[in-house]
């Protein structure tokens, strides 16, 4: 069983549109991270949440621990927000992420 | 700060060769991990330092696959012998305690 998953595994959205992109974890952990990836392009840290509510420009993450889910919302979609986002989750408390299999973004124009 | 270096960005390899993929962390992360991602199996941890000693290995790629950081500033993955479905993209990542930071990755073709 996959241990965090993420859905949708692809959303297109036009631009301007809001997205929602969901992660749920089958064990507890104490720390959520977003990550972004345009295609060829470098893993970029988004958002180190682990747990609430945290904010960076357009982007907002909630997770609730207890719930074992989090969430990544973009306002205001631009064609620039295209690619992978992937959630990641702490294992074990020594730094070590376990990583879902991405939500791919396509914003059209 | 350069961030996450990795040389080299492209690697061809004939199956059965060795080839050292080289990366260079952030300067004071203390933490440096390898993953190889593919499209099917997404990201998969390789191996996981901490202040220079190996705290994971990551379990079945212990076979071919043997990663070492001599020194704080590099850190090199050994693949050998290589086989065809090592073709993936290799990634190296620091972190001080917090978020990781990725290199460019190097991407390997095997034939």
Redesign the interface.
């Known amino acids: 069983e996959q241990q965090v998953q993420q859905s949708p595994a692809s959303l297109v959205l036009q631009e301007a549109e809001n997205a929602e992109l969901q992660c749920s974890f089958s064990i507890f952990t104490n720390q959520v991270q977003w990550f972004y990836q345009r295609p060829g392009g470098r893993l970029v840290s988004l958002l180190y949440n682990p747990s609430g509510t945290k904010q960076s420009g357009r982007l907002t993450s909630t997770t609730v621990i207890k719930e074992r889910r989090s969430s990544l919302h973009i306002s205001s979609s631009q064609i620039t927000d295209s690619g992978t986002y992937l959630c990641a989750m702490e294992f074990a408390s020594n730094y070590q992420l376990i990583w879902g299999s991405g939500t791919k973004l396509i914003i059209k124009p | 700060d350069a961030g996450v270096t990795q040389t080299p960005r492209h690697e061809v390899a004939e199956k059965g060769q060795t080839i050292i993929l080289k990366c260079e962390p952030v300067s004071g992360h203390n ?1 440096l ?1 390898w993953y190889r991602q593919t499209k099917i199996q ?2 998969e ?1 390789l191996s ?1 330092f ?1 202040s220079k000693s190996l ?2 290995d990551g379990g079945a790629f212990k076979d071919r696959f043997k990663a070492e950081m001599l020194n704080s500033s590099f850190s090199t993955l050994k693949i050998q012998p290589t086989e065809p479905k090592d073709s993936a993209v290799y ?1 190296c ?1 620091s ?1 001080a ?9 190097t991407r390997l073709l095997v034939l």
């Open positions: 933490d991990f997404g990201l941890l996981y901490r705290m994971e990634l990542a972190s305690g917090d978020t990781q930071y990725f290199g460019p990755g």
